[in-house]
């Protein structure tokens, strides 16, 4: 088991910053590819990023989001920059074991095992 808890979240305006944590206990946090998903009222749950355990990335969201991984730290981060109010979501972190940076990265919700609670992003107009 790997228990995730998001942090972070919070109200911020359009063209803001945050960056948000996810901290991982149980098993090896390093064995696992990790992802950001995000769910907006009334929407489906929609991938934002990935990144292995070698460090790969993957984006929906390039250029204004950074994924990154501190394994020393068993967490995992999500930067946003140059909020929009589109952005407005619960964004969770997620981990799975089937992808080691190879190949195509697990974009889809079903691919990943844990998951975090959520944390609620607002960014205002």
């Known amino acids: 088991q790997v228990q995730l808890v998001e942090s972070g979240g919070g109200l911020v305006q359009a063209g803001g910053s945050l960056r948000l944590s996810c ?3 149980g098993r090896t946090f390093s064995r696992y590819a990790m ?3 995000r769910q907006a009222p009334g929407k489906e749950r929609e991938f934002v990023a990935a990144i292995s355990w ?3 990335r ?7 989001f950074t994924i990154i991984r501190d394994n020393a730290r068993d967490t995992l981060y999500l ?4 909020l929009k109010p589109e952005d407005t979501a ?7 074991d089937r992808w080691s940076g190879y190949g195509s ?3 889809q ?3 990943y095992i844990y998951w975090g609670q959520g944390t609620q992003v607002t960014v205002s107009s």
């Open 23 to 25: 901290a991982a206990s």
């Open 35 to 37: 992802g950001w998903f």
């Open 54 to 56: 070698s460090g790969a």
């Open 58 to 64: 993957a984006y929906s969201l390039k250029g204004r």
């Open 79 to 82: 930067q946003m920059n140059s």
């Open 90 to 96: 619960v964004y969770y972190c997620a981990a799975t």
């Open 105 to 107: 990265p697990p974009m």
């Open 109 to 111: 919700k079903d691919e």
